[in-house]
């Protein structure tokens, strides 16, 4: 999913056809293996904002690079370009 950093969890859970709750569990998981941090949002101080860390960018990055190389072949270079970004 690309929605980039800085988004709420009710967005994410939006985006991912997911209920918040589920939303909220994924995203303790991910942030207690420090994958994300999650943190107040300065503009509305009910909600939090959600950003990756760079053990998470690297574990995406990896995970991208893994995928590539079992399937690429199915895709063109462009494609492939496309999914590391």
Not at 24 to 32: D, N
Not at 40 to 68: E, H, M, P, Y
């Amino acid at each position: 999913m690309r929605l980039g950093d800085g988004k709420t969890p009710a967005s994410m859970a939006s985006a991912f056809q997911i209920t918040k709750a589920t939303m909220t569990h994924s995203l303790g998981v991910l942030s207690k293996n420090d994958y994300i941090s999650i943190e107040a949002n300065a503009n509305d101080g009910r909600s939090k904002l959600v950003f990756i860390t760079d053990k998470g960018r690297a574990c995406r990055d990896q995970s991208i690079q893994r995928i590539a190389a079992m399937i690429g072949q199915n895709f063109s270079d462009t494609q492939l370009e496309q999914m590391q970004k």
